[in-house]
């Protein structure tokens, strides 16, 4: 199942300190609640984020003395995701490079462009079409899927951005401290992910939602770190996944830097592109 890993690697796009600020105030609220807009306001960043997977696998197993359950833990080496977001357009293109994902043999680089809610994703070998690179997977059309759907609705990177109007009980203040040169605040408190999917505008609702599907923990940990205008400037997430027998861990670190930047994020023709968005359970239509 390494496309699903590919898939889940990419949507989750850490561990909270103990507080050594001010507790949680109105004030504070308001300043996490504010980033958001703040940060979309700068039109758009260039972002590099990592991604450190633990997997923890349960089996049955018989010993002498009758049946036991064994338990085994593995990490995952670190993923890098780099790329520009325009947070006004919903536009972006991503870099994965395939070795940190485990691809396939043959598997290049790993690109993905996001042109609204349309993913277009190309460099996973045994997927693509002979002439055609590129697969389309349109988000709209997956909304009421499950599995690997909704992960992939889970892809956005500007979903992180929306969860903070999840923020759930207090926030505290952690410190200063620099991001890529940057001067900041850095802050830690809980996003409740139900509640961001309720304060969600309409077209990020359903990225929200997607990603309440696939972690077990939807009172999530939380920290962001807000420069002197109020924008993120780095977010970390630590989301527990549960599938069958298989749970683990996912910590995510999210860094924006070099706001205003040019994104480059323009859709593949038609030529070049296979959608798949039916075989992941989408809609029919145009």
Same mark, same amino acid.
């Given at each position: 199942m390494r496309r699903l890993f590919v898939v889940t %690697? *990419? #949507?989750l796009l850490? *561990?909270?300190p103990a507080a050594c600020g001010s507790s949680g105030s109105t004030d504070l609220a308001k300043t996490i609640s504010d980033a958001? !807009? =703040? +940060?979309a306001a700068a039109g758009s960043a260039k972002l590099e984020a990592t991604v450190v997977q633990t997997k923890t696998s349960s089996a049955p197993s018989t010993t002498a003395r009758g049946s036991a359950t064994t338990t085994s833990t593995v990490p995952s080496a670190p993923t890098k995701i780099t790329g520009a977001v325009d947070f006004k357009t919903g536009r972006g293109r991503f870099d994965v490079a !395939? !070795? #940190?994902l485990g691809l396939p043999a043959g598997s290049g680089p790993l690109e993905a462009i996001l042109v609204g809610q349309v993913y277009y994703l190309k460099g996973l070998a045994g997927l693509s079409l002979p002439g055609k690179p590129w697969i389309k997977i349109d988000l709209t059309k997956l909304a009421n899927g499950g599995g690997v759907g909704a992960q992939l609705q889970s892809l956005d990177p500007n979903s992180y951005l929306v969860q903070l109007r999840g923020l759930s009980g207090a926030v505290h203040q952690a410190g200063k401290e620099t991001v890529r040169g940057e =001067? /900041? +605040?850095?802050y830690t408190f809980t996003v409740d992910l139900d509640k961001a999917a309720q304060l969600a505008p309409a077209n990020r609702k359903s990225a929200i939602e997607a990603a309440a599907k696939t972690v077990a923990n939807k009172s999530i940990p939380t920290e962001v770190w807000l420069d002197v205008k109020g924008r993120v400037r780095r977010f970390k997430q630590s989301v527990v996944l549960t599938s069958g027998v298989t749970s683990? %861990? /996912?910590n995510l670190t999210l860094e924006y830097f070099d706001f205003g930047t040019k994104v480059d994020a323009t859709a593949p023709s038609a030529g070049e592109t296979a959608d798949f968005t039916q075989l992941l359970g989408g809609s029919a239509g145009g």
């Open positions: %690697t *990419l #949507s850490v *561990l909270v958001p !807009a =703040k +940060t !395939a !070795a #940190s =001067k /900041t +605040t850095h683990g %861990t /996912t």
